[in-house]
């Protein structure tokens, strides 16, 4: 049986929230970016309730080797199901929580704690090994929110700072658009630190291969470039909505 196209999936308004309270992951999820046994709900450290999820990331996890010159990678990352993908030219609020541990390593390589990336139709297109169009980052101890589009890299907020020990809450409203009507805001632990509005989506055409509409999959866990050293980061408290 083929999968449908995201265009032909319903797009009912959402709103979900995941405590990561039950035994297992729950439906809202997609493991096909998390290594066998990377994952577990535990409820030693927690924002709230009973359970967080911890994982870890060890050396060659979900590998995938460098192309055009980039650094390989590995990751666990936990994705969206299918039916929760961002849509163009519609505005969401998400927020999460996240913990690092004391001893997490700080190292002045490339990491992705949350993405968003555009949607790619096929692998053998150009699009298929661009950055993610927004994007959150720790490298070398500096925090940062990132937007690459049509190959153009924009920090819209970096600060150094530890971020070890603590509960982080991070909020966005997004609205992805190849236009000028586009949005991020964001709020680090209830303040905001990003305000910005314009273009928030790669341009669609068949240079650059995006299709239009398009569609933003979101992504959190760890994305790195590959080294030794293992990783372990605690996510609790995601809610997702569409705004009107």
């Known amino acids: 049986m083929v999968a449908p196209l995201l265009s032909q999936l319903p797009a009912p308004p959402i709103n979900v929230y995941d405590g990561f309270e039950g035994p297992s992951l729950s439906n809202l999820r997609n493991t096909i970016s998390i290594a066998p046994n990377s994952v577990r709900i535990q409820s030693s450290i927690v924002r709230a309730g009973h359970g967080a999820l911890r994982i870890d990331l060890h050396s060659h996890d979900i590998f995938l080797a460098g192309r055009d010159g980039d650094a390989d990678s590995e ?5 969206e199901a299918r039916p929760l993908t961002t849509r163009q030219n519609k505005l ?3 927020s999460w929580s996240m913990y690092l541990p004391p001893d997490f390593p700080i190292v002045p390589v490339r ?3 949350a993405q968003w990336w555009e949607y790619c139709p096929r692998t053998d297109l150009t699009c298929s090994n661009d950055s993610p169009v927004l994007a959150v980052r720790y490298i070398g101890g500096v925090l940062s929110i990132t937007q ?4 153009h890299f924009i920090v819209l907020y970096q600060e150094k700072r530890d ?3 603590k509960w982080i809450d991070l909020r ?3 609205r992805f658009s190849p236009r000028p009507d586009g949005q991020v805001r964001a709020w680090l632990q209830d303040k905001q630190v990003v305000n910005y509005g314009g273009i928030t989506a790669n341009t669609p055409n068949a240079a650059t291969g995006y299709p239009d509409p398009s ?3 979101f992504k959190m866990g760890l994305y790195r470039n590959v080294m030794p050293q293992p990783m372990t980061i605690y996510l609790d408290e995601y809610r997702k909505r569409q705004l009107p």
Not at 75 to 79: K, N, T, V
Not at 148 to 151: P, Q, R, S, V
């Open 75 to 79: 990751r666990d990352e936990l994705l």
């Open 92 to 94: 969401y609020d998400f």
């Open 111 to 113: 990491l992705v704690v």
């Open 148 to 151: 690459d589009l049509n190959h």
């Open 163 to 165: 971020l070890r020990g």
């Open 172 to 174: 966005f409203e997004v």
């Open 215 to 217: 569609y933003f999959p």
